[in-house]
């Protein structure tokens, strides 16, 4: 064991030592390109270990950091309590390498002066915790490589930089360090704090001294926020600062914007999404989809466009950059092709949430949504007609008479033209109004909704309106939208006063916000169709679209809802039924019909008995099965666990039209009402039944198709683009 004063000596010897072994491996892979491509991706570039002795000053505090190595958005922590008080646990972004179940780790029980030492370990897809040298948590989890990058920082104190930072550590550090390896458990017990070893570290810090210093001399700059401080040997943690330490002085002085902490980002190389040539066999078939990198959650659909022949359409995901919107297009709205994704944090300046397309008065695409971490709401204007460039963005701020900005919340935001004015709003509860002539200056209006908003319309004026898109349909203005805890929305109605008169409103989410977040697009037929995320449903993968819908108003003011018509061209091997007789309290099986993606059309005379419907998706035995349930005698369409209001008309027919994709079902009833639902199996035989209760069925006709996959020519490209 080496002391302080001869550590610097051995540093530099052990250097000269690793250099010439680099010099010797770099003459050895210049032969061998093979070799060279996999170090450069060996996982044990990922591994890492994060070593910290630490006295928290209570433990019922949740949530701060003791350190954390962070970069852009991605950060990997020693957390005390965030999920289960007075539990540590690897801290990460969005819990990837975090283990999700921490029952059976023991509580914390040292008092405010007792150090601690916690280590934790990133080791070829697996995350180890150690707590005073003896193993405290060991899962699977693959790591990330943090530390070669030339733009991460190091924190004390808080968890992470960015939004829901929650609140820093209160207790002391007396020793923290940071190693480029995967450190063993032997390794670790040997360890003692203040003290140097012949393990190299990447980063250490003992505050010793009246200056906090890197004694490895990586982290060369220091930021203190609050009454954070070093006294005796110890960095003291009140609960409410934390310490920044930075390769560079512009690295720690963006992190430590006063308000709005961000680590730098590294530079910005768009990823494009890709279907793999061979996904889950539980993944989506004809659902646009995201297929990663990153989860798409929320992974709202925003800010689509027909423009010169293609549809585009951005959604949100999540990348190593924070929240970006992913970009894909189509000439069907069926088939989708994935572009660079370029609207994110590193070319934005901000995060990217929910907003809408909208044409300019002379035509021009343009988009407005708001800026995640910037209280903002934005407007950009794509450089060309693909979409693939875009101008800088254009904060919205609106002004009363007087020149001065209102008090109004900034949230997600929709643009339309009325005549020749632009209006926005500004979501939320209670939502925003503003008009401009030019996009550029704004006027404050107040309210969106009108003082005569009215008493007997079903839902408060108050409710949340948010993910608008406002739009005319038919005679009327349609405000389509979501309430967070209620899902998908809208309103029909009309402009007075330069206010929203709502007349009419409907739910399009049943039970739960399981069909949320909705986007809509007018196409060059004239056609108005919409999207929504698929959200808290047991389907794969993460961040699916629903099918589109055409929506229509005609004269008699209700609103029709159909599947895209495009979707035909998926259909293949058809079958069908015809002239069936259903007897009262009987079930007629559709034989021969299998499949995991299929389409379904059932045409059912009047008079419709009381209940009619299908059993689906069971197994063999008939357990484990889903129905679709309807009838004269009811006053709704139940699918699964969602009951959708839907009453037939006095001798009126019905006419069902059923998407199974996977364990995913979209059920559409006499073009009046749909309902999506998740139900979670998978089944190769989807085991359909017909069934009639309160009365015989005739079934004047069925028709089956299995659905081709839509990510057929995608698969390939991407099995093609494998080296």
């Not at 970006?324 to 994935?338: E, G």
Request: charged share 25%.
């Amino acid at each position: 064991m080496m002391g302080k004063s001869t550590y610097m000596t051995y540093q530099t010897f052990k250097g000269a030592i690793v250099q010439s072994l680099k010099t010797i491996l770099a003459s050895l892979t210049f032969f061998s390109a093979g070799l060279a491509a996999y170090a450069a991706d060996s996982p044990q570039k990922q591994d890492k270990t994060l070593l910290v002795w630490v006295a928290p000053s209570n433990l019922n505090q949740q949530g701060g950091s003791a350190l954390t190595i962070q970069s852009g958005d991605r950060f990997d922590a020693v957390v005390l309590g965030e999920r289960v008080r007075g539990k540590w646990m690897a801290g990460s972004d969005m819990y990837q390498r975090t283990e999700q179940n921490q029952g059976d780790r023991a509580a914390e029980t040292a008092d405010p002066q007792t150090f601690v030492q916690i280590a934790v370990v990133y080791r070829e897809g697996k995350v180890l915790i150690y707590r005073n040298g003896e193993l405290y948590a060991d899962y699977p989890a693959q790591s990330i490589d943090l530390l070669n990058l030339d733009n991460h920082i190091a924190i004390f104190g808080l968890r992470h930089l960015g939004n829901g930072v929650g609140t820093p550590l209160a207790g002391m550090i007396d020793d923290a360090r940071i190693y480029a390896r995967a450190l063993t458990q032997d390794e670790i017990k040997s360890l003692k704090p203040n003290v140097a070893s012949s393990i190299e570290p990447l980063a250490w810090w003992d505050f010793e001294g009246k200056e906090v210093k890197d004694r490895a001399g990586r982290f060369t700059h220091n930021s203190i926020s609050g009454n954070a401080k070093v006294d005796g040997g110890r960095l003291v943690l009140d609960g409410k600062s934390y310490l920044i330490a930075g390769r560079s002085a512009n690295d720690v002085k963006r992190a430590a914007v006063s308000g709005a902490p961000r680590a730098p980002q590294g530079p910005y190389a768009p990823e494009t999404p890709a279907w793999p040539a061979n996904p889950p066999a539980n993944w989506l078939t004809y659902h646009l989809a995201h297929p990663g990198p990153g989860p798409a959650l929320p992974g709202d659909p925003n800010c689509a466009f027909d423009h010169k022949g293609r549809v585009h359409l951005h959604y949100i995901y999540r990348n190593h950059t924070g929240f970006v919107f992913a970009h894909v297009s189509s000439d069907d709205m069926v088939h989708w092709t994935w572009h660079p994704t370029i609207l994110a944090p590193p070319t934005t300046g901000h995060g990217m949430f929910s907003g809408t397309g909208f044409y300019t008065k002379d035509g021009k695409p343009g988009i407005i949504y708001h800026g995640q971490g910037s209280g903002r709401n934005w407007i950009q204007f794509p450089k060309d007609d693909q979409f693939m460039a875009w101008n800088d963005p254009i904060a919205v701020v609106p002004k009363n008479a007087d020149g001065s900005e209102p008090k109004m919340r900034h949230w997600d935001p929709d643009l339309w033209l009325n005549g020749d004015t632009y209006y926005a709003l500004s979501g939320g509860k209670n939502p925003q109004l503003m008009k401009s002539a030019d996009l550029e200056n704004w006027t404050y209006l107040g309210d969106v909704l009108h003082k005569d908003y009215p008493a007997n319309l079903g839902i408060p004026k108050d409710e949340d309106i948010s993910c608008a898109n406002m739009f005319k349909i038919g005679n009327k203005w349609m405000l389509l939208c979501i309430s967070h805890p209620k899902g998908c929305r809208y309103y029909l109605g009309d402009f007075k006063d330069e206010k929203y008169l709502p007349d009419y409103h409907a739910m399009m989410s049943w039970g739960s916000n399981q069909f949320f977040a909705p986007e809509s697009i007018l196409t060059r037929d004239g056609r108005r169709v919409m999207w929504a995320w698929i959200m808290n449903m047991p389907i794969a993968p993460t961040g699916v679209q629903s099918l589109p819908r055409e929506l229509e108003l005609p004269a008699d003011g209700v609103l029709r809802i159909k599947p895209l018509r495009e979707l035909s061209k998926l259909r293949y091997d058809e079958k069908a039924w015809q002239d069936v007789k259903i007897a009262d309290g009987r079930e007629h099986k559709l034989e021969g019909l299998t499949g995991d993606a299929i389409e379904l059309e059932v045409k059912i005379a009047a008079p419709v008995p009381k209940e009619i419907g299908l059993y689906l998706l069971g197994d063999e035995n008939g357990k484990e099965e889903m129905s679709i349930l309807t009838g004269s005698g009811r006053k709704g369409i139940k699918v699964g666990s969602p009951d959708a209001p839907f009453q037939l008309a006095h001798g009126e027919e019905l006419t069902l039209r059923v998407f199974i994709d996977k364990g995913l079902v979209e059920v559409f009833a006499n073009d009046r009402q749909a309902v999506a639902y998740g139900h979670g199996k998978v089944r190769a035989n989807p085991n359909i039944r017909l069934f009639s209760k309160g009365g015989e069925a005739t079934v004047k006709s069925v028709k089956a198709w299995k659905m081709k996959s839509i990510y057929q020519n995608e698969a390939k490209d991407a099995a093609a683009a494998k080296p």
